[in-house]
């Protein structure tokens, strides 16, 4: 089955504790992409890939970290997180050069206290 | 800057029609999506317009207008399953995505 998976798909952690969402998809899709959607403000995007080795910062991306060191596999990392990073995620992938047509992971509900 | 404007909330009927509105000011078109999303869930794609007119898919149309930088997403014969939020999204002149805020429909019976 086809399918963007993350996990943990909920998390409660504190304040200054690294952290790592995983999220990986089987589609063989070039682009990948982290959001961050908090109620009344859309979808945020946090960082993408375009493909292997190569990511860039979307709108969001303070606080956070990627690395695309495999096709499938995109990590978002929190070095330090901070309450404002409370959030739900998603990642998202999509075939090349079709950015907009994504799929998108269940969602990771993060809370930092 | 870039803006993607969506009414906030919107309440229709079981059986009905409901027509969602989209306006768009972006740094140029590279075309424009919907989604929908249930509550907890993932967004889901729905219609992808790049020229003018109506794209029809069952239940669910889309509208766009370029030079009106506008679009709507029509949905028919509702169901309560269609309650959920729908997300506008275009495609600017670097391919990136700007998204709305997204429109919740509540339907009722």
């Known amino acids: 089955e086809a399918q963007v998976t993350q996990n943990p798909r909920y998390l409660i952690t504190v304040t200054g504790k690294k952290l790592t969402v995983t999220c990986s998809q089987n589609?063989?899709?070039?682009?990948m992409s982290w959001y961050r959607q908090d109620p009344g403000l859309g979808l945020r995007q946090i960082y993408y890939s375009m493909n292997v080795e190569v990511t860039d910062k979307g709108d969001v991306p303070e606080g956070y970290k990627v690395s695309r060191k495999e096709k499938r596999n995109f990590p978002l990392i929190l070095e330090s997180p901070s309450p404002n990073q409370t959030s739900l995620y998603f990642c998202a992938s999509s075939r090349g050069g079709e950015v907009g047509e994504l799929f998108f992971g269940e969602g990771s509900r993060l809370t930092v206290l | 800057g870039q803006n993607i404007d969506q009414p906030t909330e919107m309440t229709a009927t079981e059986g009905a029609i409901v027509q969602i509105n989209c306006t768009y000011q972006t740094s140029g078109f590279n075309g424009l999506f919907w989604y929908q999303q249930h509550a907890g869930e993932a967004p889901t794609f729905l219609s992808y317009n790049v020229l003018d007119g109506l794209e029809e898919k069952g239940r669910f149309s889309s509208f766009l207008s370029r030079s009106k930088g506008y679009s709507y997403l029509l949905l028919k014969e509702l169901q309560m399953k269609d309650s959920a939020s729908y997300l506008c999204a275009v495609l600017d002149s670097n391919y990136q995505l700007i998204w709305g805020a997204g429109t919740k429909l509540i339907i009722k019976p």
């Open positions: 589609m063989n899709h070039e682009y």
